[in-house]
């Protein structure tokens, strides 16, 4: 199954996160980490964006999100 990658304008447009906010939910570990696409570009799974959103949206905890976060970075290596 192809995921599509979005870029950071998409993501903050299906988040409704501004980019500092997106990278400091990194920081804190309730965001994934961008996929490098080249030298300079990265980009999020779609999945990855939809399910983060769903989680929020039902209200999870950060513990919860964090626990989220981890499955979707691992199921990244899976998909090798």
Same mark, same amino acid.
């Given at each position: ?18 980019? @500092? ?53 691992? @199921? ?5």
């Amino acid at each position: 199954m192809v995921t599509p990658i979005l870029r950071l304008p998409a993501v903050k447009a299906d988040s409704g996160y501004s980019r @500092s906010t997106i990278y400091l939910r990194i920081d804190q570990r309730l965001w994934t980490k961008p996929v490098k696409l080249g030298a300079r570009s990265v980009g999020w799974p779609a999945n990855e964006v939809a399910a983060l959103n769903a989680a929020r949206i039902a209200g999870k905890s950060n513990e919860e999100i964090r626990a989220l976060v981890e499955k979707l970075e691992a @199921s990244r290596q899976l998909a090798i």
